[in-house]
C-alpha cells in the first residue's frame, strides 16, 4: 500500500521555467512533509519542508505548497537550473514520529 | 561540520552471508534511522535507534538487525542474506528523530548480493 505517491516518473523543463512535482498521499495521520533531492551515488539531500498547520512554505527558488483536503502537495522551482536535475522525493511524517514514508520519486530534467 | 558517514559504500557479498554495515552520525546527532532503496520500492524505512534504544521499525523481516552505541554510532546487520537485499542502504542522522528537526542523510552502502 503505497501511502505516499509521485506519480510522474520523470518531468523534463526547459532552463528558466517553472517546474512543478507533484505528490499524493493517502495517510490523514501524516501532518509534516518534506522534499529531498538527489544525486546518483549520493544520500538524500534536505531542501524543503512545510508542516500541515501551513498551505505554502518558501525557500528562495522553492516553494510547496499544501492542499490537506485533497491530500496532494507540490513543490515549484522558479526558475528551473541544470543543476535541479536530480530525483526529488517528497516524504511525509506524523509528526513526532520517527519515520519518514517516501514517495518513489520523479527525475527532473532541466534542459538548455 | 563533518555529514554522516557510512561505510563501506560498496558491498558484494554471496548469497546466505552476513553483512554489518556502519553509520556515524552528524556529532550531537542521537538519532541515527536507516532506509533501503531499491528500483522497484523506493526508499523504505528500516528501523530507528535514539541514545542506543530502537525507537521504530519498519516492515522488514527480522533478519534485518541494528544497534547504537554509546557515542550515537549505529551498525545495521542483515543475517542469511538472499538476492533480494541487493540495495542501496542509506543511514540518516537527527538531533530529535523528528521529521520538523529534519534529517541528514549519509551517501549510502551500496550492497550486491550475488
Known amino acids: 500500500d503505497q501511502q505516499v505517491k509521485q506519480n510522474s516518473p520523470s518531468l523534463s523543463v526547459q532552463e528558466g521555467r517553472i517546474s512543478i512535482l507533484n505528490c499524493d498521499y493517502t495517510?490523514?495521520?501524516?501532518?509534516?512533509f518534506l522534499w529531498y533531492k538527489k544525486y546518483p551515488a549520493e544520500g538524500p539531500t534536505f531542501l524543503i519542508s512545510?508542516?500541515?498547520?501551513?498551505d505554502k512554505n518558501e525557500d528562495g527558488r522553492f516553494t510547496v505548497f499544501l492542499n490537506k483536503s485533497a491530500k496532494h502537495l507540490s513543490l515549484h522551482i522558479v526558475p528551473s537550473q541544470p543543476g535541479d536535475s536530480a530525483v526529488y522525493f517528497c516524504?511525509?511524517?506524523?509528526?513526532?514520529?520517527?519515520?519518514?514514508?517516501f514517495g518513489t520519486g520523479t527525475r527532473l530534467q532541466v534542459t538548455l | 561540520k563533518a555529514g554522516v558517514t557510512q561505510t563501506p559504500r560498496y558491498l558484494i557479498k554471496t548469497r546466505g552471508q552476513q553483512v554489518t554495515l556502519s553509520c556515524s552520525p552528524i556529532?550531537?546527532?542521537?538519532?541515527v534511522s536507516w532506509y533501503q532503496q531499491t528500483p522497484g520500492q523506493g526508499l523504505q524505512f528500516l528501523f530507528e535507534?535514539?541514545?542506543?534504544?530502537?525507537?521504530n521499525k519498519g516492515n522488514f523481516p527480522g533478519r534485518f538487525s541494528g544497534r547504537q552505541f554509546s557515542n550515537s554510532r549505529s551498525e545495521m546487520n542483515v543475517s542469511t542474506l538472499e538476492l533480494g537485499d541487493s540495495a542501496l542502504y542509506l543511514c540518516?542522522?537527527?538531533?530529535?528523530?523528528?521529521?520538523?528537526?529534519?534529517?541528514?542523510f549519509g551517501s549510502g552502502t551500496r550492497l550486491t548480493v550475488v
Open positions: 516524504a511525509a511524517s506524523p509528526g513526532t514520529a520517527s519515520k519518514l514514508t
Open positions: 540518516a542522522s537527527s538531533q530529535t528523530g523528528w521529521a520538523n528537526y529534519g534529517y541528514t
Open positions: 495517510n490523514s495521520m501524516f501532518d509534516y
Open positions: 556529532s550531537g546527532h542521537r538519532s
Open positions: 512545510i508542516s500541515s498547520i501551513k
Open positions: 535507534y535514539f541514545s542506543e534504544t530502537q525507537r
